[in-house]
């Protein structure tokens, strides 16, 4: 049988984003989808920035749809660069950090989006919930 998120997997790695943003103290959105980009949870801490909502989720869903991570996609997106313009398809994808492809024995079984913070806080607080994978 194939490896797959389960709902109690996608809480573990949600609650551990969580935490990490309050002990950082920044308020942030945080999606967990499936291996076909389908939203499994979603939490938005109080004080979190409305419009990172949306920006959460499309960070999940680009991971989990591109098997990588959006900081990688946004290499890959810059112009001159192989992928350049890709950010247009498939509804709307995001080309930076904060979006992590969530694997289980070498297999992308979802993926975490973090937005509300700097790109650099998003990353780390999309790290801890990876981390938390069980």
């Known amino acids: ?31 967990v989808v499936d291996a076909g980009a389908h939203l499994v949870t979603f939490a938005r801490q109080d004080g979190a920035i409305l419009a990172s909502i949306d920006i959460a989720t499309r960070k999940a869903r680009t991971s989990a749809l591109l098997r990588m991570t959006t900081a990688q996609l946004g290499e890959a997106a810059a112009p001159g660069a192989p992928l350049y313009g890709v950010e247009v398809t498939n509804g709307g994808l995001v080309i930076f950090g904060g979006g992590i492809p969530l694997e289980r024995d070498g297999e992308v079984i979802g993926a975490i989006g973090v937005s509300a913070g700097s790109v650099e806080q998003d990353t780390e607080v999309a790290e801890a919930g990876v981390a938390a994978l069980p």
């Open 1 to 31: 049988m194939a490896a797959a998120l389960t709902l109690a997997d996608a809480k573990a790695v949600l609650e551990a984003a969580l935490v990490k943003a309050e002990e950082i103290g920044q308020p942030m959105n945080v999606a």
